[in-house]
């Protein structure tokens, strides 16, 4: 049997020639207590980074590396002064020519606490993706997502964000000024939505059952449901 975090993943594996007699994709699993919403944390760690109370502020994690496209993000920040941006990842603290909206925090290990921080998760991958866990753990913290069309994006954002191509910095702006733009109300069910969606499609405890599963097919044992429960 091969498995796959995502769908790009198995497709990748699949053109590399690999032909197994049964293939699954079960998606990596987020910690849904570990990523979530902490009005006290935000106003701590905004206190910490000199952050106003109601400045909007967008999250992007990623190492610094091609396939990451920082530079298009820099662009579409450029774009979208209404707005703050702090980039969570190594080598992010080296770069250069950050707009001045923009923050460089560099390798953290508080992501939790800086996604519980931001408003939306922003991811600006050029290509390269799979399952993207950044996407994920910030959805889980209650952010709507704006990412480019890479690996498995549109799987994980569902309705609940949106998606441009990547190496458009222009329709990446266009997408977060769109959720700027929303009503309060509005945004506030889009990140409510945005975290449901992890908690019924991605969470830890479903991709135990998806493996546990896994394993009894190839022990010709009945499958569990969704609960972990055995028939």
Do not use: W
């Not at 603290?93 to 953290?108: I, S, T």
């Not at 994006?153 to 441009?164: E, F, Q």
């Amino acid at each position: 049997m091969l498995t796959a975090n995502s769908e790009a993943g198995l497709k990748a594996h699949i053109d590399l020639g690999a032909r197994p007699k049964s293939q699954r994709v079960i998606a990596n699993g987020i910690d849904t207590q570990r990523f979530r919403p902490d009005p006290v944390t935000r106003e701590k760690i905004r206190r910490d980074l000199g952050i106003a109370s109601d400045a909007v502020l967008i999250a992007h994690v990623a190492r610094v590396d091609p396939m990451k496209d920082h530079s298009m993000f820099l662009a579409a920040m450029r774009l979208v002064p209404g707005a703050r941006a702090i980039l969570i990842g190594r080598g992010t603290e080296a770069l250069l020519d950050l707009p001045p909206n923009v923050l460089a925090l560099g390798q953290r290990d508080d992501v939790p606490a800086l996604l519980a921080a931001a408003d939306i998760i922003a991811s600006s991958s050029a290509y390269g993706e799979g399952f993207s866990n950044a996407l994920a753990e910030g959805m889980a913290a209650g952010l709507p997502a704006v990412a480019t069309d890479a690996g498995d994006a549109g799987l994980i954002l569902g309705d609940t964000g949106a998606l441009c191509p990547p190496g458009d910095p222009q329709a990446l702006a266009a997408q977060l000024k769109t959720l700027l733009d929303e009503p309060d109300a509005r945004f506030r069910a889009r990140a409510a939505a945005a975290r449901k969606r992890i908690e019924e499609n991605f969470s830890l405890a479903r991709a135990v059952v998806e493996f546990t599963c896994a394993y009894r097919a190839l022990l010709g044992l009945a499958r569990l449901d969704h609960t972990g429960t055995a028939p």
